[in-house]
Protein backbone atom coordinates (compact mmCIF):
# COMPACT_ATOMS: atom_id res chain seq x y z
CA UNK A 1 0.00 0.00 0.00
CA UNK A 2 1.10 3.66 -0.26
CA UNK A 3 -0.06 6.71 -1.21
CA UNK A 4 -1.60 6.59 -4.41
CA UNK A 5 -2.49 2.89 -4.87
CA UNK A 6 -3.90 0.48 -2.55
CA UNK A 7 -2.62 -3.17 -3.78
CA UNK A 8 -3.97 -6.09 -2.26
CA UNK A 9 -3.54 -9.66 -2.34
CA UNK A 10 -6.10 -12.00 -4.07
CA UNK A 11 -6.64 -13.53 -0.77
CA UNK A 12 -7.42 -10.17 0.81
CA UNK A 13 -9.97 -9.53 -1.94
CA UNK A 14 -11.21 -13.17 -1.46
CA UNK A 15 -12.11 -12.70 1.97
CA UNK A 16 -13.64 -8.78 1.88
CA UNK A 17 -15.39 -10.25 -1.71
CA UNK A 18 -17.42 -12.67 0.55
CA UNK A 19 -17.61 -10.29 3.32
CA UNK A 20 -19.51 -7.59 1.33
CA UNK A 21 -21.17 -9.72 -0.89
CA UNK A 22 -22.95 -11.29 2.52
CA UNK A 23 -23.99 -7.77 3.65
CA UNK A 24 -25.20 -6.48 0.20
CA UNK A 25 -27.43 -9.50 -0.57
CA UNK A 26 -29.05 -10.04 3.13
CA UNK A 27 -29.16 -13.69 2.78
CA UNK A 28 -27.38 -16.92 1.86
CA UNK A 29 -28.40 -19.65 -0.43
CA UNK A 30 -27.33 -23.32 0.94
CA UNK A 31 -25.35 -25.63 -0.94
CA UNK A 32 -25.94 -28.96 -2.87
CA UNK A 33 -23.52 -31.66 -3.92
CA UNK A 34 -22.65 -29.79 -6.73
CA UNK A 35 -21.50 -26.89 -4.85
CA UNK A 36 -24.04 -24.94 -6.42
CA UNK A 37 -27.12 -23.38 -4.52
CA UNK A 38 -30.16 -26.25 -4.03
CA UNK A 39 -32.72 -23.27 -4.36
CA UNK A 40 -33.31 -22.31 -0.76
CA UNK A 41 -32.17 -19.05 0.93
CA UNK A 42 -31.83 -18.03 4.42
CA UNK A 43 -32.27 -14.67 5.92
CA UNK A 44 -28.41 -13.36 7.52
CA UNK A 45 -29.14 -11.43 10.57
CA UNK A 46 -25.79 -9.78 11.63
CA UNK A 47 -21.75 -10.89 10.65
CA UNK A 48 -19.50 -10.48 13.22
CA UNK A 49 -15.71 -9.67 12.21
CA UNK A 50 -12.58 -9.45 13.88
CA UNK A 51 -10.85 -6.27 13.63
CA UNK A 52 -8.23 -4.00 14.08
CA UNK A 53 -10.08 -2.88 17.34
CA UNK A 54 -11.83 -5.62 18.38
CA UNK A 55 -14.88 -7.54 17.32
CA UNK A 56 -17.19 -5.86 15.46
CA UNK A 57 -20.69 -6.44 14.81
CA UNK A 58 -22.56 -6.02 11.37
CA UNK A 59 -26.09 -6.05 11.85
CA UNK A 60 -28.72 -6.21 8.74
CA UNK A 61 -31.97 -3.72 8.57
CA UNK A 62 -34.10 -4.13 5.86
CA UNK A 63 -31.89 -1.73 3.25
CA UNK A 64 -29.07 -0.60 5.25
CA UNK A 65 -25.96 -2.29 7.62
CA UNK A 66 -25.86 -0.86 11.34
CA UNK A 67 -21.86 -1.61 12.28
CA UNK A 68 -21.78 -1.27 16.21
CA UNK A 69 -18.13 0.80 16.56
CA UNK A 70 -16.62 0.51 20.18
CA UNK A 71 -15.26 4.43 19.57
CA UNK A 72 -17.52 5.95 17.09
CA UNK A 73 -21.51 4.49 18.17
CA UNK A 74 -23.37 2.88 15.44
CA UNK A 75 -22.45 3.58 11.24
CA UNK A 76 -25.07 2.94 8.69
CA UNK A 77 -24.41 2.33 5.93
CA UNK A 78 -26.83 1.19 2.69
CA UNK A 79 -26.92 -2.25 1.90
CA UNK A 80 -26.28 -1.34 -1.86
CA UNK A 81 -22.92 0.44 -1.16
CA UNK A 82 -21.66 -3.48 -0.05
CA UNK A 83 -23.11 -4.80 -2.76
CA UNK A 84 -21.41 -2.40 -4.95
CA UNK A 85 -18.19 -3.02 -3.30
CA UNK A 86 -18.55 -6.41 -3.95
CA UNK A 87 -18.85 -6.35 -7.86
CA UNK A 88 -16.03 -3.99 -7.81
CA UNK A 89 -13.82 -6.13 -5.87
CA UNK A 90 -14.68 -8.79 -8.53
CA UNK A 91 -14.20 -6.35 -11.56
CA UNK A 92 -10.57 -5.16 -10.38
CA UNK A 93 -9.33 -9.10 -9.43
CA UNK A 94 -10.29 -10.33 -12.73
CA UNK A 95 -8.78 -7.46 -14.49
CA UNK A 96 -5.64 -7.63 -12.50
CA UNK A 97 -2.70 -9.74 -14.29
CA UNK A 98 -0.63 -10.16 -11.19
CA UNK A 99 -0.68 -11.51 -7.65
CA UNK A 100 -1.61 -7.97 -6.32
CA UNK A 101 -4.91 -6.53 -7.07
CA UNK A 102 -5.33 -2.72 -7.48
CA UNK A 103 -8.48 -1.75 -5.05
CA UNK A 104 -7.75 1.91 -4.85
CA UNK A 105 -11.06 3.24 -5.65
CA UNK A 106 -12.26 1.68 -2.79
CA UNK A 107 -10.03 3.33 -0.62
CA UNK A 108 -12.81 5.94 0.71
CA UNK A 109 -15.12 2.92 1.58
CA UNK A 110 -13.20 1.47 3.30
CA UNK A 111 -12.06 4.22 5.84
CA UNK A 112 -15.49 4.65 6.15
CA UNK A 113 -15.87 1.61 7.64
CA UNK A 114 -13.29 1.58 9.51
CA UNK A 115 -11.57 -1.29 8.57
CA UNK A 116 -7.89 -1.70 8.20
CA UNK A 117 -7.82 -5.49 8.66
CA UNK A 118 -8.27 -6.83 5.18
CA UNK A 119 -8.29 -10.18 5.91
CA UNK A 120 -8.78 -12.00 9.18
CA UNK A 121 -7.00 -12.43 11.60
CA UNK A 122 -7.49 -15.79 13.75
CA UNK A 123 -5.91 -18.75 14.96
CA UNK A 124 -9.54 -20.93 14.66
CA UNK A 125 -9.33 -20.61 10.68
CA UNK A 126 -13.03 -19.06 10.72
CA UNK A 127 -13.12 -16.17 8.46
CA UNK A 128 -15.70 -14.64 10.44
CA UNK A 129 -19.30 -15.48 11.88
CA UNK A 130 -22.33 -15.25 11.39
CA UNK A 131 -26.19 -15.51 12.62
CA UNK A 132 -29.00 -16.18 10.70
CA UNK A 133 -32.30 -15.91 11.06
CA UNK A 134 -32.85 -13.98 14.26
CA UNK A 135 -30.88 -11.62 16.89
CA UNK A 136 -31.52 -14.99 19.03
CA UNK A 137 -29.95 -17.63 16.79
CA UNK A 138 -26.48 -18.90 17.78
CA UNK A 139 -23.12 -17.47 15.68
CA UNK A 140 -22.04 -19.60 13.24
CA UNK A 141 -18.16 -19.22 12.75
CA UNK A 142 -17.44 -19.60 8.94
CA UNK A 143 -14.81 -20.65 6.97
CA UNK A 144 -13.93 -19.40 3.26
CA UNK A 145 -12.89 -21.32 0.33
CA UNK A 146 -13.40 -18.60 -2.33
CA UNK A 147 -12.37 -18.84 -6.32
CA UNK A 148 -11.00 -15.14 -5.66
CA UNK A 149 -7.69 -16.16 -4.60
CA UNK A 150 -8.36 -18.17 -1.18
CA UNK A 151 -9.24 -21.36 -2.55
CA UNK A 152 -7.40 -23.23 0.63
CA UNK A 153 -6.57 -27.14 0.29
CA UNK A 154 -8.13 -29.69 3.29
CA UNK A 155 -4.67 -31.41 3.90
CA UNK A 156 -1.59 -29.83 3.08
CA UNK A 157 0.76 -32.31 2.17
CA UNK A 158 3.59 -31.28 4.24
CA UNK A 159 6.06 -33.20 6.24
CA UNK A 160 3.71 -34.75 8.67
CA UNK A 161 1.45 -36.02 5.93
CA UNK A 162 3.84 -38.44 4.89
CA UNK A 163 2.93 -42.36 5.02
CA UNK A 164 6.35 -44.83 5.31
CA UNK A 165 5.90 -47.80 3.21
CA UNK A 166 9.00 -50.48 3.91
CA UNK A 167 11.29 -52.00 1.11
CA UNK A 168 11.89 -55.29 0.70
CA UNK A 169 12.26 -58.48 -1.48
CA UNK A 170 15.40 -57.66 -2.38
CA UNK A 171 18.73 -55.33 -0.82
CA UNK A 172 19.85 -52.41 -2.61
CA UNK A 173 23.32 -51.67 -2.80
CA UNK A 174 24.12 -47.96 -1.84
CA UNK A 175 25.26 -46.87 -5.27
CA UNK A 176 21.79 -48.68 -6.56
CA UNK A 177 19.76 -46.61 -3.68
CA UNK A 178 21.38 -43.57 -5.00
CA UNK A 179 21.04 -44.12 -8.58
CA UNK A 180 17.06 -44.76 -7.67
CA UNK A 181 16.76 -41.43 -5.52
CA UNK A 182 18.50 -39.80 -9.10
CA UNK A 183 15.68 -40.77 -11.10
CA UNK A 184 14.16 -37.62 -12.33
CA UNK A 185 16.23 -35.02 -10.98
CA UNK A 186 18.15 -34.71 -14.81
CA UNK A 187 15.23 -33.02 -15.67
CA UNK A 188 14.14 -30.87 -12.32
CA UNK A 189 11.39 -33.08 -11.37
CA UNK A 190 11.50 -35.96 -9.05
CA UNK A 191 9.74 -38.44 -10.26
CA UNK A 192 8.21 -40.94 -7.52
CA UNK A 193 6.60 -43.11 -9.86
CA UNK A 194 9.43 -43.79 -12.07
CA UNK A 195 10.91 -44.77 -8.74
CA UNK A 196 8.28 -46.89 -7.38
CA UNK A 197 8.62 -49.03 -10.22
CA UNK A 198 12.25 -49.36 -10.66
CA UNK A 199 12.05 -50.46 -6.96
CA UNK A 200 9.77 -53.31 -8.42
CA UNK A 201 10.77 -54.07 -11.41
CA UNK A 202 14.30 -55.22 -9.86
CA UNK A 203 12.79 -57.23 -7.38
CA UNK A 204 11.95 -55.12 -4.61
CA UNK A 205 8.78 -54.79 -3.14
CA UNK A 206 7.16 -51.68 -1.21
CA UNK A 207 4.63 -52.42 1.80
CA UNK A 208 2.44 -49.81 3.67
CA UNK A 209 4.37 -49.87 7.29
CA UNK A 210 3.26 -46.89 9.10
CA UNK A 211 2.51 -43.05 9.04
CA UNK A 212 5.50 -41.00 9.53
CA UNK A 213 4.32 -38.42 11.89
CA UNK A 214 2.53 -39.73 15.45
CA UNK A 215 -0.10 -37.04 15.57
CA UNK A 216 -1.14 -37.43 12.15
CA UNK A 217 -1.59 -41.20 12.94
CA UNK A 218 -3.12 -40.89 15.90
CA UNK A 219 -5.36 -38.52 14.55
CA UNK A 220 -6.14 -40.98 11.20
CA UNK A 221 -6.19 -43.88 13.67
CA UNK A 222 -9.62 -41.87 16.10
CA UNK A 223 -11.58 -42.44 12.52
CA UNK A 224 -10.46 -45.77 11.59
CA UNK A 225 -7.20 -48.26 12.51
CA UNK A 226 -7.22 -49.20 9.00
CA UNK A 227 -7.98 -45.80 7.46
CA UNK A 228 -3.97 -45.40 6.72
CA UNK A 229 -3.58 -48.81 4.54
CA UNK A 230 -6.82 -47.40 2.58
CA UNK A 231 -4.79 -43.84 1.66
CA UNK A 232 -1.65 -45.53 1.20
CA UNK A 233 -3.47 -47.58 -1.72
CA UNK A 234 -4.89 -44.48 -3.03
CA UNK A 235 -1.24 -42.59 -3.56
CA UNK A 236 -0.21 -46.01 -4.73
CA UNK A 237 -2.51 -45.18 -7.33
CA UNK A 238 -2.24 -41.56 -7.88
CA UNK A 239 1.23 -42.27 -8.69
CA UNK A 240 0.95 -45.16 -11.14
CA UNK A 241 -1.52 -43.63 -13.18
CA UNK A 242 -2.10 -40.26 -12.33
CA UNK A 243 -6.00 -40.86 -10.95
CA UNK A 244 -6.04 -38.48 -8.33
CA UNK A 245 -10.45 -37.55 -8.38
CA UNK A 246 -11.05 -39.19 -4.89
CA UNK A 247 -14.71 -40.62 -6.23
CA UNK A 248 -11.96 -42.77 -8.86
CA UNK A 249 -9.76 -43.49 -6.23
CA UNK A 250 -12.56 -45.15 -4.15
CA UNK A 251 -13.80 -47.29 -7.14
CA UNK A 252 -10.49 -48.43 -7.44
CA UNK A 253 -10.45 -49.01 -4.38
CA UNK A 254 -13.66 -51.60 -4.07
CA UNK A 255 -11.92 -53.38 -7.00
CA UNK A 256 -8.41 -53.79 -5.63
CA UNK A 257 -10.34 -54.04 -1.75
CA UNK A 258 -6.72 -53.57 -0.27
CA UNK A 259 -8.66 -54.54 3.31
CA UNK A 260 -9.37 -57.66 1.92
CA UNK A 261 -13.10 -56.94 3.25
CA UNK A 262 -16.26 -58.78 2.61
CA UNK A 263 -17.83 -58.04 -0.77
CA UNK A 264 -21.13 -57.08 0.63
CA UNK A 265 -19.17 -54.74 2.85
CA UNK A 266 -17.94 -52.97 0.00
CA UNK A 267 -20.30 -53.10 -2.07
CA UNK A 268 -23.67 -52.57 -0.71
CA UNK A 269 -22.68 -50.64 2.44
CA UNK A 270 -19.98 -48.59 0.34
CA UNK A 271 -17.02 -49.44 3.04
CA UNK A 272 -14.19 -47.08 1.42
CA UNK A 273 -16.50 -44.27 0.21
CA UNK A 274 -17.78 -44.28 3.81
CA UNK A 275 -14.51 -44.11 5.41
CA UNK A 276 -13.39 -41.33 2.64
CA UNK A 277 -16.56 -39.07 3.72
CA UNK A 278 -15.92 -39.16 7.31
CA UNK A 279 -12.22 -38.23 6.68
CA UNK A 280 -13.00 -35.18 4.54
CA UNK A 281 -15.82 -34.04 7.24
CA UNK A 282 -13.24 -34.10 9.80
CA UNK A 283 -10.27 -32.52 7.74
CA UNK A 284 -13.11 -29.59 6.87
CA UNK A 285 -14.09 -29.38 10.31
CA UNK A 286 -10.35 -29.36 11.55
CA UNK A 287 -8.59 -31.78 11.75
CA UNK A 288 -4.91 -30.94 10.53
CA UNK A 289 -1.46 -33.35 10.47
CA UNK A 290 0.20 -31.85 13.40
CA UNK A 291 -2.74 -31.18 15.90
CA UNK A 292 -4.06 -33.63 18.26
CA UNK A 293 -7.31 -34.40 17.04
CA UNK A 294 -9.97 -35.61 19.68
CA UNK A 295 -12.94 -35.42 17.65
CA UNK A 296 -14.71 -32.47 19.83
CA UNK A 297 -16.36 -30.09 17.97
CA UNK A 298 -14.17 -27.52 16.73
CA UNK A 299 -14.78 -23.21 16.03
CA UNK A 300 -15.93 -23.96 12.93
CA UNK A 301 -19.78 -24.60 12.22
CA UNK A 302 -20.03 -23.48 8.24
CA UNK A 303 -17.97 -23.42 4.82
CA UNK A 304 -18.74 -20.41 2.42
CA UNK A 305 -17.86 -21.82 -0.74
CA UNK A 306 -17.64 -19.47 -3.53
CA UNK A 307 -17.04 -20.54 -7.14
CA UNK A 308 -15.52 -19.20 -9.93
CA UNK A 309 -19.19 -17.50 -10.87
CA UNK A 310 -18.68 -15.86 -7.79
CA UNK A 311 -22.46 -17.09 -6.55
CA UNK A 312 -21.79 -17.94 -2.46
CA UNK A 313 -23.21 -21.22 -0.81
CA UNK A 314 -23.28 -22.21 2.76
CA UNK A 315 -22.53 -25.85 3.85
CA UNK A 316 -23.32 -26.32 7.95
CA UNK A 317 -23.32 -29.04 10.42
CA UNK A 318 -26.97 -29.05 10.38
CA UNK A 319 -26.80 -30.29 6.83
CA UNK A 320 -23.77 -32.53 6.85
CA UNK A 321 -24.68 -35.09 4.32
CA UNK A 322 -24.92 -32.15 1.51
CA UNK A 323 -21.75 -31.20 3.10
CA UNK A 324 -20.04 -34.87 2.63
CA UNK A 325 -21.54 -35.38 -1.04
CA UNK A 326 -20.15 -32.02 -2.27
CA UNK A 327 -16.33 -32.87 -0.68
CA UNK A 328 -16.48 -36.25 -1.46
CA UNK A 329 -17.15 -35.11 -5.75
CA UNK A 330 -14.74 -32.37 -5.39
CA UNK A 331 -12.04 -33.45 -3.58
CA UNK A 332 -8.58 -34.58 -4.96
CA UNK A 333 -5.42 -36.00 -4.26
CA UNK A 334 -2.47 -33.66 -5.05
CA UNK A 335 0.99 -33.78 -5.49
CA UNK A 336 3.02 -31.94 -3.06
CA UNK A 337 6.68 -31.06 -3.65
CA UNK A 338 8.96 -34.37 -3.05
CA UNK A 339 11.90 -31.73 -1.82
CA UNK A 340 9.73 -29.73 0.26
CA UNK A 341 7.31 -32.41 1.84
CA UNK A 342 10.82 -35.06 2.17
CA UNK A 343 9.13 -37.74 0.36
CA UNK A 344 9.67 -40.16 -2.94
CA UNK A 345 13.42 -41.47 -1.81
CA UNK A 346 14.71 -44.51 -0.07
CA UNK A 347 16.05 -43.96 3.12
CA UNK A 348 17.42 -45.96 5.41
CA UNK A 349 16.00 -45.77 9.21
CA UNK A 350 17.19 -48.62 11.65
CA UNK A 351 18.73 -50.75 9.22
CA UNK A 352 15.90 -50.78 6.98
CA UNK A 353 15.13 -48.89 3.93
CA UNK A 354 11.74 -47.13 3.38
CA UNK A 355 9.68 -45.31 0.93
CA UNK A 356 7.41 -42.13 1.80
CA UNK A 357 4.10 -41.15 0.12
CA UNK A 358 2.50 -37.97 0.67
CA UNK A 359 -1.01 -37.04 1.38
CA UNK A 360 -2.25 -33.65 0.14
CA UNK A 361 -5.83 -33.10 -0.46
CA UNK A 362 -7.40 -30.68 -2.28
CA UNK A 363 -10.85 -29.34 -3.68
CA UNK A 364 -12.00 -28.71 -7.30
CA UNK A 365 -13.05 -25.17 -7.66
CA UNK A 366 -15.61 -26.30 -10.57
Known amino acids: MNEETLQVSRAEVAHLHAFFHLLGQGRIAMGNALGKPDGEALPLNAIR ?16 VIIHHSTRGDIRIPREDFAQAAAYLVERYRAAEA ?19 LQ ?29 GLWLPLLDGGRTANLKLEQGGVRFSQPAVQKINALGEEDGTADVARR ?19 VFRANLLMLDTNLPRILC ?29 KDELVRKHGFYRYKLRQLLLALAWGMRPAKQFTGAQSPLDAYLVIGPQSEPVLFTRQREQDFADYLLSHA ?5 SPQEAHYGFLERENGAYYFKLNLKIGLAKR
Open 49 to 64: RVEHDGERLYQLADSE
Open 99 to 117: EQVDITGLQGFLDALDIFD
Open 120 to 148: ARTDDRTAFHIRLFHPSTPFLGVRLQSAL
Open 196 to 214: MLYIESHGGTLRYNDVADR
Open 233 to 261: AMLRALHADGTNKVTDLVAIMQEQNPLKM
Open 332 to 336: RLELA
